[in-house]
């Protein structure tokens, strides 16, 4: 029998999308994980995504400035999350495992879910009265059941179903993970057997899942271990899994391995999801530095390691830049005995680092490293004396400007331009970070005759 749904925080915008279609007599219905999160109390983040029996070319007509892109039939509408309209298809077979050789439009609802991955994201909400937000429930795989039992299943045979994607064996980890969800042993099962299958899909597909785990799970541990525990976790990330077994000399018991899991889970969801990233690789150089229980330099190498993950991983550069400046910097030393200068000479030390960054990373670190509100004192106290120094001396601390630069040295002392400039001008430096009231033109250039 069909179950009626109120689905009472509903968009206006998606009611206006929905009305659109079924106004013109198309059948139209939510789908996949917005229906999911509906029955799990979530708040939906994300596009939407709608499923209708309108042709693309039909839905794209009563849209304006709805694009339709691709051969899948999907028309995006709007935009800061957008509505994705996807026409019913039913698929022939995935040769690349990741689309399907053929697409045939024209069939039914229920033929459409039957494509999908998982139980849970094959159900679907048929409106009823809009206005009401009231709707049906059309659930032909038992999603439903499946979610009051905290159980994740593929959809029919899971062999097929990872056979067409193999993308889907990492979304299984990410929707096990975040929603706690115990694993199907059949369909767990074929996980395992398939997880060589995911080297074959594109590392921007497999980022792009990673930064879902990272962005949306409140303890991206869970994902990822389950990455470990199928066998994906080597395919994908090798680096990070090489972890597993170095021992760590840490309050909180555990090898690297789970360490760098715990600073992930230390970093909060609202935080930016690239100090996670940072977080899960700051320590992927200790596999290969560990000598006599010491990681000699491991954050250089860690920085090195992180930055070949992320040039296959197609990370932005502006990203990785920022990742991979904060591990090699993460490993600093302070304590209150630093002078003035120390904490000018630090600032100078990380000047192209997003400092930001780096000290949320130092946090997640310490707090994984179980060093307590000792380890948060420390920090708060080198932040303020940045804050301080910064404040009286900006040009030098943050434009990284002295009162004469190397035209001065040509013109005033008649040097010539080569290596001897840039030495004379980095012994300025020292002098004006001992003493910022130097960073006078009369007194460098005095400074500098004396080279």
Do not use: C
């Not at 659930?139 to 009051?148: E, M």
Request: hydrophobic fraction near 45%; avoid cysteine.
């Amino acid at each position: 029998m069909p179950t009626e749904l109120v689905y009472a925080t509903l968009p206006d915008r998606v009611i206006h999308v929905l009305r659109t279609l079924t106004d013109a007599s198309h059948e139209v219905a939510l789908v996949g994980g917005v229906v999911r999160d509906r029955l799990l109390g979530l708040a939906h983040r994300g596009e939407w995504d709608a499923a209708t029996a309108a042709r693309p070319e039909e839905v794209v007509a009563l849209f304006d400035g709805a694009t339709w892109e691709n051969r899948f039939g999907t028309v995006t509408i709007g935009a800061d999350p957008p509505v994705e309209i996807t026409s019913y298809r039913a698929e022939g077979a995935y040769r690349d495992r990741r689309r399907p050789d053929e697409v045939r439009f024209g069939v039914s609802l229920s033929e459409d879910l039957a494509r999908r991955d998982f139980t849970i994201n094959a159900m679907a909400w048929l409106p009823i009265d809009l206005d009401a937000r009231r709707g049906t429930l059309v659930d032909p795989h038992g999603g439903r059941a499946d979610l009051d039992a905290r159980l994740l299943r593929a959809v029919g045979d899971p062999l097929e179903r990872f056979a067409e994607d193999a993308l889907r064996l990492v979304r299984a980890a990410r929707f096990a993970g975040r929603l706690e969800l115990a694993i199907d042993p059949g369909t767990e099962a074929a996980i395992r057997d398939l997880a060589p299958t995911v080297s074959s899909v594109s590392a921007e597909r497999v980022r792009d899942e990673l930064m879902r785990i990272l962005a949306r799970d409140p303890v991206p541990s869970r994902a990822i271990g389950l990455l470990e525990r199928l066998g994906l976790l080597v395919v994908v990330l090798p680096e990070l899994a090489a972890l597993r077994g170095i021992p760590q000399a840490k309050a909180v018991p555990g090898d690297a391995l789970d360490h760098s899991l715990r600073a992930v889970d230390a970093a909060a969801p609202t935080d930016p999801p690239v100090l996670r990233l940072a977080a899960l690789l700051h320590d992927v150089g200790k596999a290969g530095t560990l000598r006599d229980g010491h990681f000699f330099g491991h954050e250089r190498v860690s920085a090195d390691v992180a930055a070949e993950v992320l040039r296959r991983m197609r990370v932005p550069r502006a990203q990785m830049e920022g990742v991979v400046g904060a591990i090699r910097h993460h490993m600093y030393e302070y304590d209150s005995a630093w002078t003035d200068a120390a904490v000018r000479r630090f600032v100078r030390r990380i000047a192209d680092v997003d400092r930001d960054l780096l000290f949320a990373l130092r946090r997640a670190d310490n707090a994984a490293s179980g060093v307590g509100p000792a380890g948060d004192a420390n920090q708060d106290e080198l932040e303020a004396r940045i804050a301080e120094q910064v404040s009286a001396e900006p040009g030098l601390l943050v434009e990284r400007r002295l009162a004469i630069d190397g035209n001065d040295l040509q013109h005033e002392l008649g040097m010539e331009p080569g290596p001897e400039i840039g030495a004379v001008l980095d012994r300025l430096t020292e002098i004006v970070l001992d003493d910022p009231s130097q960073n006078r033109r009369d007194i460098l250039l005095a400074h500098a005759r004396r080279r």
